[in-house]
């Protein structure tokens, strides 16, 4: 697995987190 990818996973994990956060308020 390549920087690349670790980082678009972190990403995607990050965004996915703030998006729950924002539909819980």
């Known amino acids: 697995m ?3 990818e670790a980082v678009t996973m972190a990403t ?3 965004l996915k987190k703030v998006n729950f956060e924002l539909d819980a308020q």
Do not use: K
Request: proline residues 0%; negative net charge.
């Open 12 to 14: 995607h994990l990050q």
């Open 2 to 4: 390549g920087l690349d």
